[in-house]
């Protein structure tokens, strides 16, 4: 044939190749078995037949749509005057992905796809005529397919897709690609449908935890599936699969059943077929599809609608809590139980906007790149460290990038400028990295159009974490991520049982009326809190028997905790405290915990007040029994050089608040409790462990 690719990769024509490169060359009729170099060939299905839309431009009386009649769905100009073949094309050719390219249309419109081919460098020899000139005698999707698989010998690896199909064309085709290669499988292609669209009207597909079809639905009703995830036309088959089509159109004769959702629904039990989610949605101008439609889908997916470019320009803001470990602390990281609070004293705000290229801002003061004087430079690295947030932003986007991938989530090509700002002092362990991480993750969910279908809320910790452990070794455990993401107050059981189970641990909202007043101390030039961890970590992997029991001890202080906090018992809730930082000093020793730590609670101790760490070091927070004992802590602490804050809890407006909570879009909620919040007048306060 002479418009095959040869195999020094140049078309005996002269025209472009199309293979992907010279170590994946052979001809697409040498019958290479499938366990051979892996080809990939690429069928383009544009053989249905009259349309409403066909009938609407034909009866239109305003001269609008003269030249349109008659024209092929895919060759109707859209948009920026571009076909959707046109889109197709450009996508599937630009990257030379592909041994070979065939299209499959019916006798009827054979001549426009004839003419279009020589006008933008397309085989002319490579369409197939199905020999179908009306919608009743048509072949069906899976014969026509079938009949370029027969027709042109071809023994390869297939994507498929209908080219009469509008879509976002925002995305890499090399993108798919390479997660079909990476699966092994079959691959089908879905998008989140829109709230406002119904399920009846599409193909639905459900995926299992590894993204894995369980099931495909062919237009269900509500009540059938809870999946809003809408398959199209648009798939890529293993040679393998390839080969069960003769098989399908023998125990399936009748055109109606010839179609794609059907096949899949076959396959599904037969082959491994995974899902790979695009950005945007997908509409195919199919029988029902009139003109005013068209033009709505085409406004909509060239991005000319005012609303959705308005979108994509206006900035994306988020904000994540610093936060206070209130009991369980350090148990977090050793299978035990924590309560965890967010705080509004302090916070990390990120935002990102659409921009020419990808640019990671470095905020003035954490990521400084210019200085007074080399003694500036020097004052500034001793006290502040080379570790900015810059660091986080970075990983972060390298991270969320991996995790797409990974999953079959395939991004729009669209940069951005991500920028952060952030108050939470630096190394006291109230969770400054990780609320950086949380609000860089939530921006990049929304600008991408990612929802908790794609990362389930109970698993965002468990990504923040991975960033801050796998990419930037930085020492943690799923507290502070679990409270930055869920917020409020959270009852958290991270027990062995659980983890393993889940791949997460239990989060329970806790009430949070009338809480007592609580307040906050830190050091102002701290030591870095990734240090305080000590050996600990070590000993646990050994299973040293004092440290296994005092996890499960923390773990206990929790549970009785939690009670305390349901009944409003803040005496046992105080008590409760100074056991945790007894037990904590007792094992991790006070070389680890650091002199001015311990010179706070000494402090604290000295004015009657319970007290413990918030997290890691450098800061501590109690609970006093008297208003007049927190003004005389406060006045010591301060005269001792720390700095004093009462707390001021952050609580959300709602209850399990999603992911878009605290966007640019939404009020930053700061509510403190109510006035008058209890003290602990008159409570006996232990003091163990001072």
């Known amino acids: 044939m002479s418009g095959r690719a040869s195999a020094t990769g140049e078309r005996e024509d002269g025209g472009p190749s199309l293979d992907l490169d010279s170590s994946h060359r052979t001809s697409v009729d040498s019958g290479v078995s499938p366990s051979g170099p892996r080809h990939l060939v690429c069928v383009i299905l544009v053989a249905g037949h009259g349309t409403i839309l066909e009938e609407d431009i034909k009866n239109d009386v305003s001269g609008k749509y003269t030249e349109m009649q008659g024209v092929p769905k895919a060759l109707l100009p859209g948009i920026g005057g571009k076909s959707i073949l046109d889109f197709w094309w450009a996508a599937i050719n630009t990257r030379q992905l592909f041994s070979e390219v065939y299209l499959v249309t019916n006798a009827n419109k054979y001549k426009h796809y004839e003419r279009w081919a020589t006008a933008n460098d397309f085989p002319v020899e490579n369409i197939i005529n199905d020999g179908s000139t009306t919608h009743q005698t048509r072949l069906g999707s899976v014969a026509d397919f079938e009949l370029a698989v027969r027709t042109r010998h071809i023994h390869h690896d297939i994507m498929v897709v209908a080219g009469d199909m509008l879509f976002n064309y925002n995305f890499d085709v090399l993108q798919v690609i390479k997660y079909f290669r990476e699966k092994g499988g079959d691959l089908a292609i879905y998008y989140e449908m829109d709230p406002s669209d119904p399920t009846s009207s599409r193909g639905i597909v459900e995926l299992d935890t590894s993204h894995r079809l369980t099931k495909f639905w062919e237009k269900p009703q509500p009540h059938e599936t809870a999946s809003r995830l809408a398959s199209v036309v648009f798939y890529c088959f293993r040679y393998q699969s390839v080969s069960l089509l003769v098989h399908y159109l023998t125990e399936h004769p009748n055109v109606v059943d010839r179609v794609f959702g059907k096949f899949i629904r076959w396959l599904v039990g037969r082959q491994n077929i995974y899902g790979m989610k695009l950005p945007g949605g997908f509409q195919l101008i199919g029988q029902n599809i009139g003109l005013a439609d068209y033009e709505k889908w ?393």
């Not at 455990?477 to 049982?497: A, H, P």
């Not at 890691?616 to 609970?623: I, M």
């Open 298 to 690: 085409v406004t909509l997916y060239s991005g000319t609608n005012p609303d959705e470019v308005s979108r994509l320009k206006r900035p994306i803001s988020h904000r994540a809590y610093a936060r206070i470990g209130l009991i369980g602390n350090p148990s977090d990281g050793f299978q035990g139980k924590t309560i965890s609070m967010s705080i509004a004293n302090f916070w990390a705000d990120v935002s990102i906007k659409a921009s020419e290229k990808l640019i990671l801002v470095p905020h003035p003061l954490n990521d400084p790149t210019e200085f007074g004087s080399l003694s500036d430079l020097h004052g500034i690295s001793r006290k502040e460290g080379y570790l900015g947030g810059l660091r986080l932003l970075q990983a972060t986007c390298k991270k969320f990038y991996q995790y797409c991938s990974d999953r079959g989530i395939a991004l729009a090509k669209r940069n951005f400028r991500l920028e952060y700002d952030t108050n939470i002092p630096r190394q006291v362990g109230l969770a400054g990295s990780s609320a950086i991480v949380v609000a860089t993750l939530r921006c990049l969910m929304q600008f991408f159009n990612l929802s908790e279908a794609d990362m389930a809320k109970a698993l965002q910790p468990n990504f923040v974490l991975s960033v801050e452990l796998e990419e930037l070794f930085i020492t943690a455990g799923l507290q502070d991520r679990v409270i930055q993401i869920y917020e409020g107050l959270v009852y958290m059981d991270f027990s062995k049982e659980i983890m393993d189970t889940y791949q997460h641990g239990l989060y329970e909202n806790l009430d949070m009326s009338d809480l007592p007043q609580f307040w906050l101390a830190y050091q102002n030039d701290p030591s870095d809190s990734g240090k305080i961890h000590s050996d600990v970590k070590l000993r646990w992997a050994k299973r040293e028997e004092e440290v296994i029991e005092a996890m499960k001890q923390f773990a206990d202080f929790t549970d009785q905790a939690k009670e305390a906090i349901q009944r409003r018992d803040w005496v046992l809730l105080a008590q409760l405290m100074d056991k945790n930082f007894s037990l904590r000093r007792r094992i991790y020793g006070d070389r680890a915990l650091g002199q001015a730590n311990l010179h706070m609670i000494e402090i604290a101790h000295r004015h009657g007040s319970a007290v413990k760490f918030p997290g890691s070091g450098g800061a501590v927070f109690g609970l006093c029994s008297s208003a007049e004992s927190m003004e005389s802590l406060r006045i010591d602490l301060q005269l001792e050089g720390y700095v004093f804050s009462p707390i001021v809890p952050f609580i959300p407006e709602v209850e399990g608040n999603s992911l878009a909570s605290h966007s640019s879009t939404s009020v930053h909620s700061t509510r403190s409790p109510r006035s008058g919040s209890p003290l602990l007048a008159d409570v006996p306060v232990t003091s163990e462990g001072s």
